[in-house]
């Protein structure tokens, strides 16, 4: 590819050199101010009321506006991770890097993105490994529009609307398949499982980013749950998210071997706090209230849960580990015997 289109297409994402432009914040106020902000303006019962409903593809339709605002403007839809503790876009880059690296250790020839909604990772990946095809899966034909929109012709790359519940034929035998916040969705975890094994070449490497509920879930403060069952369902994860054990369980059964997971949760304070202090404006602002009854309902939605997901990770406490979380944000990496 030429050196000219390949500057174009990274320009068309957030600098994955960036430096660090916002240190991590503490709370724009407690957990029980924040609970109370959100059932003053939205009301906490009749959003949990959305526990166990299919709001999918709604919340998605609805909110690609507000990913292309807060993430970038060809629409990263996933949370960046800061290891040094400093909000920067960089972070977005953290998960792709990873991806990168299983690519070259595996020497891929054929990578699938399940949920690859938008573009933003393969776009990241694909200009870098140019002897590699990328495919990009996803369920929303509006976000199959915007990645093959977003991905001009890169040849390299190919966008599909599809399911990882019934991943084609035509799709096996890829030497990397990964998934970025997209397999909270999954109802049945052995049915997808087996999709992603069947789809596996042998060798090949599985990498999963998402949220997680921590095993001792139910025994996190009241208040924490609250805070987490908010963020699930403001994102449409209305089920909750499973615990990685689940999933670790799902793909032994399914053939693959877990090579380790690994807790990346201090990694997403710095962000998660960002679009806290952020979502803060809108909570203590009648002027950005006022736009409320205007808006798409699950865009709205968003502000919620950007304003209480650092307490669903850290606690209820102004403080990093005054109390226990009930979430983590992990990553998970398996592989498929030869």
């Known amino acids: 590819m030429p050196q000219k ?39 906490i019962d009749q959003i949990l009321a959305d526990e166990g409903q299919d709001i999918l593809k ?31 876009t960089d972070g977005y880059f953290t ?16 990578v699938l993105e399940l949920g690859s909604g938008m573009g933003f990772n393969t776009l990241s990946l694909a200009p870098d490994h140019p002897d590699v095809q990328f495919t990009g899966l996803d369920l929303m034909a509006h976000h199959v529009k915007a990645a093959r929109k977003n991905a001009g012709h890169v040849p390299n790359l190919r966008f599909l609307q599809g399911s990882y519940f019934d991943i084609s034929p ?26 992603i094994a069947a789809a596996m070449a042998p060798g090949g490497r599985f990498v999963m980013y ?52 690994d807790d990346l949760s201090d990694q997403s304070i710095a962000g998660l706090r960002y679009l806290h202090n952020r979502a803060a404006r809108f909570f203590h602002s009648w002027k950005y209230r006022l736009l409320r009854p205007f808006l798409p309902k699950y865009l709205i939605r968003n502000a919620v849960a950007a304003l209480v997901g650092p307490y669903m990770i850290e606690g209820a406490g102004p403080n990093s580990g005054d109390t226990m979380g009930a979430i983590t944000y992990s990553v998970l990496v398996a592989e498929k015997p030869r």
């Open 5 to 43: 289109k390949r500057a174009a297409l990274r320009a068309a994402t957030p600098d994955r050199f960036a430096m660090p432009h916002a240190r991590t914040t503490p709370f724009a106020m407690s957990l029980t101010e924040a609970l109370g902000h959100v059932d003053r303006v939205f009301g």
């Open 58 to 88: 709604p919340y998605y339709l609805q909110s690609e506006p507000g990913y292309k605002r807060v993430h970038s403007e060809k629409g990263c839809m996933h949370m960046a991770l800061n290891p040094d503790g400093v909000y920067a």
């Open 170 to 195: 035509d799709l096996h035998n890829a030497d990397v398949i990964f998934a970025l916040e997209t397999l909270c969705y999954a109802n049945d975890l052995d049915a997808v499982a087996r999709q």
């Open 210 to 261: 998402d949220g997680f509920r921590r095993a001792d879930f139910v025994t996190a403060p009241e208040d924490v749950q609250t805070a987490a069952r908010l963020f699930e369902v403001t994102t449409a994860v209305t089920g909750g998210f499973h615990m990685i054990e689940a999933w670790e369980a799902a793909l032994a059964r399914a053939g693959l071997v877990v090579l380790h997971s």
């Open 95 to 110: 998960q792709i890097r990873n991806v990168a690296y299983q690519i070259r250790q595996v020497q891929a020839a054929r």
